[in-house]
């Protein structure tokens, strides 16, 4: 691994990578989607409701450093970025609720978001736990869409209606970017033209 030179001083030393960590992640996902025509319960000519929710349970985010350390269960956790420094928040439970009501060339939609409290990842594995971690945290988003022609759609949305903050805590880095809104309430508009 050490070459010298004829001087005997280290001229090239190759240290290989080694993969001496691991981790074991499991969970579980349910998904439910339910798409009725109001029509068909009596509501004449009133339009379409769609329901769908995706509920996440993250039973377990064990990380080994070493091949002989023990493994550490950070599921519930915010704060190790072992892994993957822009992602450092595991919560246990994840709520994704849609309705879209439509009728005609009229489509809206309202988004709910729920991510459970977390600990502080320095927590796991003490016996007395005392640094702070998050709150849970909801977002609310709506959509309309209008359907100009067959081709072209217009769409109109405010994402974070209620301009929730992230949470506060105190550990390594801000935030989580791929869990948390950090861009707050935002509106947009957009055409999409078929050719």
Known sequence: MTTRNVNGGIELQLQPTLNLAAYEVSGIDFQFDYGIKLADVGLGNAGDLGVNIVLSYLDKYKIQNLADAPFLDYAGTIGNAQIDPGATAFPRWKLNLSTTYKIGPVELTGTYRWYDSLSH???VGVSNP???GSA???YVDLVGRVGINDRLQLRVGVQNLFDTQPPKWVG????DLGLYDILQRRFFVGLRQRF
């Open 121 to 123: 990842y320095s927590d």
């Open 130 to 132: 005392s640094r702070p």
């Open 136 to 138: 849970a945290i909801d």
């Open 172 to 175: 390594f880095g801000a935030t």
